[in-house]
């Protein structure tokens, strides 16, 4: 395929690219308003280092490194959505009662991200309902704040953590998540319109051989 093809297509077919592009820009943009929560609530913590008897940078950041990979795995288990449900805050059926679409539904419905030098864990609870995204993100952060110990397996004692911000509630998907979709799905049809034509140009050669 030559630069001359490619600027020839462009200018005879470019209404039927922009047009193509457009199409598939709306359709992935209405994919994730049809198969995501409409809500999310985000909270951001931070886990103190006080008990921590080295205060050189190193340690500490280890130390953070450590406790963020331990609850970024243990708040997928069934453990911690007990801990969750206990806090009161949240009814019992709010999951599947089945333990493999209990965790799988969790999964999806809570997720948390770690810098992990920093000790900073960022948890976002997503719902179509704005009221539980909230209910459920407070039964989180009180399992986290008040029953870390258990968590990471120092009996009673916990860490010291604490709220930077949040709980703040917010539609899903974001403003820049939209943009972001609807650029890359104009792009990609624009390419599959290049791709359509190219495919129909070589079946054609073959046919005339």
């Known amino acids: 395929m030559s630069q001359f093809w490619l600027f020839e297509v462009i200018k005879e077919k470019k209404a039927g690219l922009v047009g193509t592009g457009i199409l598939v ?7 994730l308003f049809l198969f995501n929560p409409r ?8 886990v103190s280092q006080e008990e921590v008897a080295s205060k050189d940078y190193y340690t500490l950041a280890r130390s953070s490194e450590y406790i963020g990979k331990i609850l970024g795995e243990v708040s997928s288990s069934e453990r911690f959505i007990s801990a969750v449900v206990d806090t009161g805050k949240i ?5 599947p009662f089945d333990k493999k ?3 799988e539904a969790w999964q999806k419905m809570m997720k948390m991200s770690q810098e992990l030098d920093l000790g900073i864990l960022h948890v976002t609870v997503f719902s179509n309902d704005p009221k539980e995204a ?3 993100s407070q039964a989180v952060a009180q399992v986290l704040i008040e029953k870390n110990g258990a968590l990471l397996g120092t009996a009673d004692k916990n860490i010291p953590m604490s709220i930077l911000s949040g709980p703040i509630t917010e539609g ?3 403003g820049n998540e939209i943009m972001l979709v609807a650029i890359a799905g ?4 624009i390419v599959l319109s290049f791709l359509v034509i190219f495919l129909k140009q ?4 073959q046919e005339r051989i």
């Open 202 to 205: 070589e079946v054609g050669k």
């Open 25 to 31: 820009s709306v359709l992935a943009v209405l994919s």
């Open 101 to 103: 679409k209990r965790i």
């Open 39 to 46: 809500y999310e609530v985000r909270t951001d913590f931070l």
């Open 186 to 189: 104009f792009v990609f049809g």
């Open 91 to 95: 009814s019992p059926e709010f999951l």
């Open 172 to 174: 899903n998907p974001s």
């Open 134 to 136: 909230l209910r459920v």
